[in-house]
Every structure is written in C-alpha cells, then in structure tokens.
C-alpha cells in the first residue's frame, strides 16, 4: 500500500510563492508517474502539472509559466512551486502516484491566495 501526505500549503497574498511536497512510501514511487490536481469550491477537480517517472513534464493552460513541477526519486518526492499566486488559484492541492493498473491519492492541503 502507498500513502502519499502532501504539505506546504497555507494562506499567500497574491502575487507571492508556495511549494508544495508530495511524500510517497514504498518502493514505486520512481516507476510512478505523478501528479498534481487542485478542486476549488463547487468546482471538479482537474489536473495542474504532470511528470513522468523519465521526468517528461506538462502543465495546465491556467499556470504554464507561473508553476514547476520536480522530482526527487531519492526522497520519494514530488514538489510543486507556485509563484506568482492569483485568487484563482485558491483550491485544496492534492497528489496523485498512477501506475498503469493502479492509483493513490493523498488526502490534500490547501492554498488560499487572499489579501
């Protein structure tokens, strides 16, 4: 079984930086592609930035230029900076690990983007 505990979420003002971890137990975790994903209130949930386990990357439309997503195999780790922070972006973060037969979730952090 793989948990994944994201942290590093927290209050920001607009236009100012966060970054987000993603810790994985087990051995998957560098054959694993992953993924971050945000559901804002009364919203689904949809993808912000993906890599693969061979560190191919792809954002969504709405924070290409602002996010990054990065990987560390050795500390089992997926990270997401943000910077350059709007309202919109507000949204409870969560982690996703996929496998082609199999997937895990994390439970989510939140970032709030208010002054």
């Known amino acids: 079984q793989v948990q994944l505990v994201e942290s590093g979420g927290g209050l920001v003002q607009p236009g100012g930086s966060l970054r987000l971890s993603c810790a994985a137990s087990?051995?998957?975790?560098?054959?694993?592609?992953m993924g971050w994903y945000r559901q804002a209130p009364g919203k689904q949930r949809e993808l912000v930035a993906h890599?693969?386990?061979?560190?191919?990357?792809n954002y969504a439309d709405s924070v290409k230029g602002r996010f990054t997503i990065s990987r560390d195999n050795a500390k089992n780790t997926v990270y997401l900076q943000m910077n350059s922070l709007k309202p919109e972006d507000t949204a409870v973060y969560y982690c996703?690990?996929?496998?082609?037969?199999?997937?895990?979730w994390g439970k989510g952090t939140l970032v709030t983007v208010s002054s």
């Open positions: 087990g051995s998957i975790f560098s054959s694993a592609a």
């Open positions: 890599i693969t386990s061979g560190g191919s990357k």
């Open positions: 996703r690990l996929g496998l082609v037969v199999m997937e895990y």
